[in-house]
């Protein structure tokens, strides 16, 4: 089965950086579309970065295009969020998801990892 778990969330103030990594397992990849949503308290839960998996085309949310990097590597099975500039605002829980080829959800999600961004 399908299985995605994130790492490296934290605590950092407003200026610094953080990687996230997303560990996927239970299949190859191929054709999938991979991704970072983030929710922050009372908030709606919003799209940050996706990633193909074969062809590493990118899309960002304009809030974050610019700062965040995503990233695959697919000898390991990650998937990678580079955050840089951090502001408060990008304080949320960061998840990771991913969507099968021709599906229109994405189907898979991990629990989530807990970015704070201190002013």
């Known amino acids: 089965q399908v299985q995605l778990v994130e790492s490296g969330g934290g605590l950092v103030q407003a200026g610094g950086s953080l990687r996230l990594s997303c560990a996927a397992s239970?299949?190859?990849?191929?054709?999938?579309?991979m991704a970072w949503f983030r929710q922050a308290p009372g908030k709606d839960r919003e799209f940050v970065a996706r990633?193909?998996?074969?062809?590493?085309?990118?899309n960002y949310a304009d809030s974050v295009k610019g700062r965040f990097t995503i990233s695959r590597d697919s000898a390991k099975n990650t998937m990678s969020l580079q955050m840089n500039s951090l502001k408060p605002e990008d304080t949320a829980v960061y998840y990771c998801?991913?969507?099968?080829?021709?599906?229109?959800?994405?189907?898979?999600w991990g629990q989530g990892t807990q970015v704070t961004v201190s002013s």
């Open positions: 998801a991913a969507r099968p080829p021709g599906a229109v959800a994405y189907s898979y």
């Open positions: 990633i193909t998996w074969t062809t590493c085309y990118t």
């Open positions: 239970g299949r190859t990849f191929n054709g999938y579309t």
